[in-house]
């Protein structure tokens, strides 16, 4: 069903800031997903907020729940060469002078018709050539809710007659219950990240470092405190299903929220939101951001992906209470 629907005519979901609003529920949880960017908008189990999202009648802010095609996180300068030839990307971050969290977040996203039914909702999205990236992807964002809680499963083809770069991630944010700003300091944190990469003034890679004996170091579930954190993690550690967790939990341990990535992720950015322009929306969640590459891969090339014609690339993460 489509659900947020303005009370003037059911098509006035339409006009809201997030476009038309779509939900699935499975038992006591249920998922709210918009049309501007196929968005997690919120996700509810038991009336408990998992997320830190938003409501119909506002618009996104801080990446909440968008999915990021053909990359995540940032590229330098918006500059990168690829197979010879330069490219230049609009600033979509322009006080950091870099392109941010690829091209499709801010598009409309369709949802044929047989592709939504009570537990599931299908999303498809075709990028066509644009400033600074002229390939063609068919992309597609298949969203599932069960027993074992949310799983997003992320598919993109490349339609164009040449090889392209490619990465692909998501931005959730986690959260124990709604609060205020520093919501999230006394939460309980678990990341199985064994090393960070640190960043310089615009938020690009310097290098790599072990998080032993650093604030970055949480690999043991413990108190986030006052931890400033926007970095990626990386050489994660996982189970024996191939998947790797985040956690974060309530200080009393009653309950908490875990996300998942497959093995096609091998990085998780972790954002506690100190810098979001919305003073009263900093640290009220946990960003944690599945990435299939690292942050300015599109120049480094750590994680790229080449996606060859008519080549495909999957992956899969997922949400569920705890």
């Known amino acids: 069903m489509n659900a947020g629907q303005a009370p003037d005519g059911p098509g006035a979901a339409r006009w809201l800031p997030s476009g038309r609003q779509y939900e699935i529920t499975a038992g006591r949880q249920s998922v709210m997903l918009t049309e501007v960017g196929g968005a997690l908008r919120a996700y509810l189990c038991d009336g408990r907020n998992l997320l ?17 095609i053909p990359w995540p996180n940032r590229v330098k300068d918006g500059r990168y060469e690829w197979d010879g030839k330069e490219f230049q990307l609009d600033l979509s971050e322009p006080d950091k002078g870099g392109a941010i969290h690829g091209l499709t977040r801010w598009r409309n996203w369709d949802v044929p018709a047989v592709e939504h039914v009570k537990d599931r909702i299908s999303f ?13 992807l068919d992309a597609r964002l298949d969203y599932e809710l069960g027993d074992h809680g949310l799983s997003v499963r992320t598919t993109v083809v490349n339609r164009s007659a040449s090889s392209c770069p490619f990465g692909t991630g998501a931005h959730p944010y986690l959260s124990t219950g709604s609060g205020p700003p520093g919501a999230i300091d006394a939460g309980l944190v678990q990341v199985p990240g064994r090393t960070f990469l640190p960043v310089d003034e615009h938020g690009i890679p310097t290098g790599h470092e072990r998080v032993d004996g650093t604030e970055y170091d949480l690999r043991e579930l413990q108190q986030l405190g006052g931890r400033h954190i926007d970095v990626a993690y990386t050489d994660l550690t996982r189970d024996a299903d191939g998947r790797a967790r985040v956690k974060i939990l ?4 009653s309950g ?3 996300l998942w990535v497959d093995e096609s992720y091998p990085y998780l950015e972790i954002f506690t939101g100190d810098t979001l322009p919305q003073l009263d929306r900093r640290r009220t969640g946990l960003g944690v951001e599945p990435m299939t590459c690292a942050p300015d891969a599109f120049n480094s090339g750590e994680g790229l992906i080449t996606l060859e014609p008519g080549q495909s690339h999957t992956g899969e993460w997922g949400i569920r209470p705890l």
């Open 124 to 136: 498809t999205y075709t990028l066509h050539a644009c400033q600074g990236w002229p390939w063609v």
């Open 250 to 253: 309530r200080p009393d341990r």
């Open 52 to 68: 830190d999202g938003y409501v119909p009648d506002d618009m996104c802010t801080g990446a909440r729940g968008q999915s990021l």
């Open 256 to 258: 908490g929220v875990e």
